[in-house]
């Protein structure tokens, strides 16, 4: 089992930033991805952003110079720095974890609005 708590969500002005941080409960030896995908009202779940245990990344095309994905695997936490924030941003934002073995773990979710 593994446990993800999100934090750092919230309400921001359009240019705003935010991060979002998720804290993992196992050893970030076994996980091998890490990631952050987000829900709309109305919506399908889509992904953010991900990153492996060795740092490769990835994003979708919407947020791809706005936000960053970064990893501490000491801490074993991810983090989101959210940039330059649009409206359509606003969603929950879901922490995502997939062990080694290949099962995945998601967070409760943060809520994320941007709005003035």
């Known amino acids: 089992q593994v446990q993800l708590v999100e934090s750092g969500g919230g309400l921001m002005q359009p240019g705003g930033s935010l991060r979002l941080s998720c804290a993992a409960s196992?050893?970030?030896?076994?996980?091998?991805?890490m990631g952050w995908y987000r829900q709309a009202p109305g919506k399908q779940r889509e992904l953010v952003a991900v990153?492996?245990?060795?740092?490769?990344?990835n994003y979708v095309d919407a947020v791809k110079g706005r936000f960053t994905i970064s990893r501490d695997t000491a801490k074993n936490t991810v983090y989101l720095q959210m940039n330059s924030l649009k409206p359509e941003d606003t969603a929950v934002y879901y922490c995502?974890?997939?062990?080694?073995?290949?099962?995945?773990?998601w967070g409760q979710g943060t809520q994320v609005t941007v709005s003035s």
């Open positions: 995502y974890a997939r062990l080694n073995s290949g099962v995945p773990y």
């Open positions: 196992r050893n970030a030896f076994s996980i091998g991805v």
């Open positions: 990153i492996t245990r060795g740092g490769s990344t």
